[in-house]
């Protein structure tokens, strides 16, 4: 049963350490967030398994990592300055500010009566700072509303440097930031957030191609990290909302409790913006096929996932209420590599006795994983704790354990559990975990 109710998730996030308000003893700081301890490693481990899928197991994928801050040049070439934009109205009743295109009806959503709204205009979403010394007197310069900038210009410099040739990828997670003009839905949309993108250069001819394997690719890469594929579906974009560089978009995108959202839009680029760069810097961005005797600038098919929604559709999908020994749990049905624990050590007891045995356990395992470790409380309010925060498994040191030699593994989702000796407990974790 996932999470039917968006406060489910973000009351439990709060509660046990995964997403913070920011700058919450200041009132807060709208529509931003902070990660905490369970949180940022949750984070960690999405954008992990995105880096895997998408770099680790491929051989023709590489990884850069672009500078945040750019150029007016290069974001004139992009397109950005003068297309980068939502449509914002003004209430002159209750003074608030909206997008245009969210609203359903003239009547203000703060449901305040007898508003009136100014006609709309383009707001750009790009931050816009200065580099220099003095306030005023140094460069204009942006902070990038994406990350996919940073790949294109480095498309020669990766090409020679990597000796790979198309198809090939290349692939960047990092921060992003857009000034939304109505950012909200917990994590699902904020002004600074981090994405996962994928530029996977191809010949021309093969664009079509190279486009329906990738949805399949990224649709299925939810699934197998266990969202419900009734949960998931792929929309390709209406011909009057493809962005100025497309030739056709689809989005991944996931139920939440308010309705369909986009997790990832899968675009074709087309040469759009290795051609735009190319004439706005004076530089070559092509490719010379030696085996053809041909020049051509390859066309761009690009997956790009967002990478705190993912997060949030994640926790969404594994959230479930059930009953166990009469009384009622929540539990998080995560992933074994999403969940920011995959183990927790709980000795029994918190005499000395004890100690030293399930912390030289807890030292083997940290050695593969993330590990916690956990002496306070009733053994089954450790439990419930673990399982509301994902953990897969549970590792049990008794009394029992310094006469045997073993401990009790207790699975999450069965709550099942095993007596194992401790010198098979790492191979029997893996053979669980599978990894």
């Known amino acids: 049963m996932a999470a039917k109710d968006l406060d489910q998730i973000v009351n439990l996030c709060k509660r046990r350490g995964f997403v913070y308000p920011s700058a919450e003893i200041y009132g807060g700081f709208r529509s931003s967030y902070d990660y905490g301890p369970l949180g940022s490693v949750m984070l960690r481990n999405v954008k992990d398994a995105w880096l895997r899928t998408m770099v680790q197991m491929r051989d023709d994928v590489v990884l850069i990592d672009a500078a945040i801050l750019g ?53 750009n979403l790009m931050f816009k700072t200065h580099a220099g010394p003095i306030e005023g007197s140094g460069a204009d310069v942006y902070m990038r509303p994406e990350t996919a900038q940073g790949m294109f210009v480095n498309f020669m410099n990766v090409l020679q440097t990597s000796r790979k040739k198309p198809p090939f990828g290349i692939a960047q997670v990092g921060k992003s930031f857009r000034n939304e003009i109505t950012p909200g839905n917990f994590i699902f949309r904020t002004r600074e957030f981090e994405q996962m993108e994928l530029e996977f250069f191809v010949p021309p001819e093969e664009g079509p191609k190279w486009y329906k394997y ?62 735009q760069h190319a004439q706005f810097s004076g530089q070559k961005l092509d490719y010379f096929d030696q085996t053809t005797n041909e020049r051509y600038v390859p066309f761009v098919v690009e997956p790009a996932a967002g990478a705190n929604r993912t997060m949030a559709a994640f926790l969404l999908a594994a959230y479930d209420e059930d009953i166990v020994n009469d009384e009622p749990r929540t539990v998080l049905r995560l992933h ?82 095993t007596r194992v000796p401790i010198a098979d407990l790492l191979p029997e974790l893996q053979r669980r975990l599978k990894f």
């Open 336 to 417: 074994p590599r999403l969940a920011p624990y995959k183990v927790a050590i709980l000795p029994l007891s918190k005499k000395d006795t004890l100690t030293p045995l399930a912390k030289e356990i807890f030292a083997t395992l940290s050695a593969h994983y993330m590990v916690d470790y956990d002496e306070t409380q009733a053994i089954g309010r450790r439990y419930r704790r673990q399982d509301e925060i994902g953990t897969p498994y549970c590792v049990t040191v008794d009394f029992d354990s310094l006469e045997d030699g073993a401990v009790t593994i207790r699975e999450r989702d069965t709550t099942e559990q």
């Open 71 to 123: 150029p007016p040049q290069m974001y004139e070439a992009s397109g950005h300055l003068a297309n980068f934009s939502d449509p914002l109205i003004d209430c002159t009743v209750c003074k608030r500010r909206f997008r245009e295109d969210h609203l359903e009806t003239r009547d203000c959503p703060q449901s305040m009566k007898g508003c009136e709204f100014t006609a709309p205009r383009a707001f």
């Open 214 to 275: 990738w949805c399949e690719e990224r649709l299925n890469w939810y699934i197998n990290l266990g969202i419900p594929a009734e949960m998931l579906r792929m929309r390709p974009h209406e011909s009057d909302e493809l962005s100025h560089y497309s030739a056709g978009t689809s989005d991944v995108e996931f139920l939440f409790p308010w309705g369909w959202g986009e997790l990832e839009g899968i675009a074709q680029r087309t040469n759009f913006d290795l051609t």
